[in-house]
């Protein structure tokens, strides 16, 4: 992805460059075709992160606790 480039997916996520937040909160990182998600935060986040992956095209990388 290019820097600053910016993309809605839902309420309260966003996209910005490589970083994916929820609720301002940074909760992924895209690289290589990846979303890796950073933590475990919430159902909701968990949701967002998901959601945004598969929008991108992206396989998604769940946080392990």
Do not use: P
């Amino acid at each position: 992805m290019e820097n600053n480039k910016l993309k809605r997916h839902g309420t309260n996520c966003i996209s910005i460059g490589d970083k994916l937040y929820s609720y301002e909160t940074h909760v992924a990182d895209i690289s290589g075709g990846l979303m890796v998600e950073l933590g475990w935060w919430s159902m909701t986040t968990s949701k967002h992160v998901k959601m945004a992956a598969n929008a991108l095209g992206l396989t998604y990388v769940k946080y392990k606790r």
